[in-house]
């Protein structure tokens, strides 16, 4: 099944680790759901009380997704994106973002996070947070492919 996101972490201290999502726009977004904006099957409606912080995101695998593997955005922060395989996703394998308004609405940049390539050291990783740590990957020049 495909959908927007694939998977959606959120709030303070996860592990997302050893998932496989392809085919989605983002297969995995660190950032923070807007209160009562997703509606669950029952009716009931969920939001976090603030972005992705302090979570561990290794040993996935986000392959041939529409846009980006991993996306973290949104004031994420404090996280490691660490050995996930990432290919083959039509913008980038991971993006750190600054701030930006490509949902619509001003989503503040990722801070403070730590990427490490680590078994995957082709990922595609363009950074364009504040104070990341960038430790091995293929880097994306912001000066000939400008952040947004």
């Known amino acids: 099944m495909y959908s927007l996101f694939g998977i959606w972490a959120c709030d303070d201290l996860g592990v997302c680790a050893f998932n496989e999502t392809s085919g989605n726009y983002v297969g995995i977004i660190l950032c923070k759901v807007p209160a009562n904006a997703w509606r669950l099957p029952d009716g009931s409606t969920v939001g976090a009380s603030q972005s992705a912080a302090r979570w561990l995101t290794a040993y996935n695998f986000t392959n041939n997704n529409f846009a980006y593997g991993l996306l973290v955005i949104d ?26 308004y490509r949902f619509g609405f001003l989503t503040p940049a990722a801070f403070d996070n730590t990427f490490v390539a680590g078994l995957y050291p082709n ?26």
Request: charged share 15%; glycine share 12%.
């Open 75 to 100: 004031s994420a922060n404090h996280n490691v994106v660490t050995s996930n395989q990432s290919t083959g996703n039509g913008v980038y394998d991971v993006e750190f973002t600054g701030d930006t």
């Open 123 to 148: 990922t595609i990783v363009k950074d364009c947070g504040n104070n990341n740590v960038i430790i091995g990957g293929q880097k994306v020049d912001n000066t000939a492919q400008p952040c947004d």
